[in-house]
């Protein structure tokens, strides 16, 4: 009976080690670039600015950490939303914190649902950012999975651009079509 606690202990480490490791596994990353919502004739001068936002899914836990400038009037507020499709439009899901300057930080944590989770991975979350003069969104980008991401003129082969392409409406990859 000793000997069994014995081996008990010394295996206690190295399954803690391997349980918290798997969680770290678990983790997946996703980046967006932030831009102008839609311009008019009367919005053009307001909806002004860039910027980019990393985000991390732990679990049911989607954490978004970025930064923006350029502001024509100061950030007032920043959402979560989720639209039918990528680029579409939908409601809030979520608020997140957002520095209340023309220049600053966008952060925060959101609990997901198991529908939310699927609509992130196949590209229908997204971050809408506000301002003084744009009310209904200065700032927006749609989450995709963490890619590298290259500057302009460069070619790039397969599905760099929309690394979730290929998913399907569970956001389970699809094999990559012959030809």
């Not at 520095?99 to 952060?107: F, R």
């Not at 950012?129 to 082969?157: C, D, E, I, M």
Request: charged fraction near 15%; glycine fraction near 12%.
């Amino acid at each position: 009976m000793a000997h069994f606690r014995r081996s008990l202990r010394a295996l206690a480490v190295p399954v803690a080690c391997l349980l918290l490791s798997a969680q770290a596994f678990g983790i997946e990353k996703y980046q967006t670039n932030i831009g102008p919502t839609p311009l008019d004739g009367s919005n053009r001068a307001n909806v002004l600015g860039r910027g980019s936002v990393q985000a991390t899914l732990g679990g049911t836990q989607f954490t978004v950490v970025g930064s923006f400038a350029g502001l024509a009037t100061p950030a007032t507020e920043a959402h979560l939303c989720m639209g039918n499709v990528m680029g579409g439009v939908g409601p809030v899901i979520g608020d997140v914190s957002v520095t209340q300057a023309n220049d600053g930080k966008i952060s925060g944590s959101v609990t997901l649902t198991a529908e939310q989770i699927s609509a992130l991975k196949m590209g229908k979350i997204y971050v809408l950012l506000s301002s003084q003069k744009a009310a209904k969104g200065n700032l927006w980008g749609w989450f995709q999975p963490a890619h590298k991401t290259v500057g302009p003129n460069v070619p790039q082969q397969g599905s760099w651009y929309l690394p979730n392409i290929l998913q399907d409406d569970t956001g389970i990859s699809k094999k990559k079509p012959q030809g």
